[in-house]
């Protein structure tokens, strides 16, 4: 069974404005951390944001802030003030209890239009 | 001062062949992961290495042997090459506590002619 979710393969916003993307997860650990990466089209993984199941506020580095939703199983990365090189894939990643073993989800693309 | 680093980045080789990627990392991380990212973009987990110790070994076939000399090393060797292994195959580590993000290498993209 899938563990994440990303439900939209592909997504558009207009520069300047919020995005949302989806992510949505399945575990039956109490004890997890949920991780997003940007994938520019140079190939590189890149660390945006981490939160951890226990955290009782929502995660934010910058411009980036994750809405986690615990009941729902849902940790939806909200990038504000989009801008052009905010164009890239974006996966959602769970770290389950003091595991090494990281679930990535299947990437949705966001493009960015000027 | 590079955090996690691999070679080489691309890699054109013939069917059958045998190749090596390498990667290190200066990070003093205890675990180091090698994930394969098809056309597709997904990416999927191979091995996993904690202190020179397999701890993670998904369903790969076993042309695929991961070889872990020290901490700080993960190469991965790959026997017989198919078409089916032209990817991009990612190193990672991290530091082996709970909740922490890992740090991938630049990516090594193998093209099986």
């Known amino acids: 069974a899938q563990k994440i979710t990303q439900t939209q393969p592909g997504m558009f916003v207009q520069e300047k404005e919020a995005v949302t993307l989806d992510c949505t997860y399945d575990?039956?650990?109490?004890?997890?951390?949920l991780f997003w990466y940007k994938q520019p089209s140079s190939g590189e993984m890149i660390f945006l944001i981490y939160?951890?199941?226990?955290?009782?506020q929502n995660a934010t580095e910058g411009r980036y802030s994750l809405n986690f939703q615990k009941a729902r199983k849902s940790a939806n990365l909200v990038i504000s003030a989009s801008q052009l090189g905010d164009s890239a894939m974006y996966f959602c990643?769970?770290?389950?209890?003091?595991?090494?073993?990281?679930?990535f989800g299947p990437g949705t693309r966001l493009s960015v239009l000027p | 001062d590079t955090a996690v680093s691999q070679t080489p980045k691309y890699l054109v080789t013939q069917m059958g062949n045998d190749k090596s990627i390498k990667c290190e990392q200066n990070?003093?991380?205890?675990?180091m992961y090698w994930y394969k990212q098809d056309s597709k973009k997904f990416l999927k987990i191979m091995f996993s290495?904690?202190?020179?110790?397999?701890?993670i070994n998904e369903t790969v076939p076993n042309r695929f042997s991961p070889k872990s000399p020290d901490k700080a090393h993960l190469n991965l060797h790959i026997n017989s090459l198919e078409l089916g292994d032209s990817a991009v195959y990612f190193c990672?580590?991290?530091?082996?506590?709970?909740?922490?993000?890992?740090?991938f290498g630049p990516g090594t993209r193998l093209t099986v002619l």
């Open positions: 939160q951890g199941s226990y955290d009782q």
């Open positions: 990070l003093g991380h205890d675990t």
């Open positions: 990672a580590s991290s530091p082996g506590e709970s909740y922490n993000e890992q740090f």
């Open positions: 290495y904690n202190n020179k110790e397999l701890i």
């Open positions: 990643a769970m770290r389950e209890g003091y595991g090494q073993n990281f679930v």
């Open positions: 575990t039956s650990d109490p004890s997890y951390g």
